[in-house]
T-cell receptor, first 114, second 113 residues
């Protein structure tokens, strides 16, 4: 499968714990995005990278969230001191950086904070 | 920032009939408007998109129209089929240097047999 892959697919954690999600984009795509989706809502933009540079972060992204893409390939999204409100599906997407174009989404990582 | 409103939240149509989903956006500088389809438990997938220099685009049974003056765009699906049942999201991007898509809340399209 040469699509966007994410892991873990499901994560259950206790409030206050840290969690990390990984995204492997389509290999030739140099843009990588993180979105969050809750039930009945559309994906909500969190942040994006062009190669290894993090070019934009949503104002909604609290300081407990950090994302990296150290070598311009895979990316990690870490949530520190998780809260119940962090429970959501975390979607990663990638695209070619030529203006606006199709986002290819992964299947997501579902986080449940107890 | 950009704000996208989408209506209706649920749409039920008879198989073979047409379905129309409407979205409005707030940032007049936005210039790219995609539509994504998300089947239950699956990832969103692009079905059609339109850029601000075009008023209408068609792809088989699917069409999108854009009215930049009124800041709204619509998805039209003709001859609906059971496999069209899904949640559809509109989105807007561009303007102010922001590259992240802003999505609407989605429309659950139900095709009645």
């Amino acid at each position: 499968d040469t699509g966007v892959s994410q892991n873990p697919r499901h994560k259950i954690t206790k409030r206050g714990q840290n969690v990390t999600f990984r995204c492997d984009p389509i290999s030739e795509h140099n843009r990588l995005y993180w979105y969050r989706q809750t039930l009945g809502q559309g994906p909500e933009f969190l942040t994006y990278f062009q190669n290894e540079a993090q070019l934009e972060k949503s104002r909604l992204l609290s300081d407990r969230f950090s994302a990296e893409r150290p070598k311009g390939s895979f990316s990690t999204l870490e949530i520190q001191r998780t809260e119940q409100g962090d429970s959501a599906m975390y979607l990663c997407a990638s695209s070619l950086a030529q203006g606006y174009g199709e986002l290819f989404f992964g299947e997501g990582s579902r986080l449940t904070v107890l | 920032g950009e704000n996208v409103e989408q209506h209706p939240s649920t749409l039920s149509v008879q198989e073979g009939d047409s379905a129309v989903i409407k979205c409005t956006y707030s940032d007049s500088a936005s210039n790219y408007f995609p539509w994504y389809k998300q089947e239950l438990g699956k990832r969103p997938q692009l079905i059609i998109d339109i850029r601000s220099n075009v008023g209408e685009k068609k792809d088989q049974r699917i069409a999108v129209t854009l009215n930049k003056t009124a800041k709204h765009f619509s998805l039209h699906i003709t001859e609906t089929q059971p496999e069209d049942s899904a949640v559809y999201f509109c989105a807007a991007s561009g303007g102010g240097g922001a590259d992240g898509l802003t999505f609407g809340k989605g429309t659950h399209l139900i095709i009645q047999p």
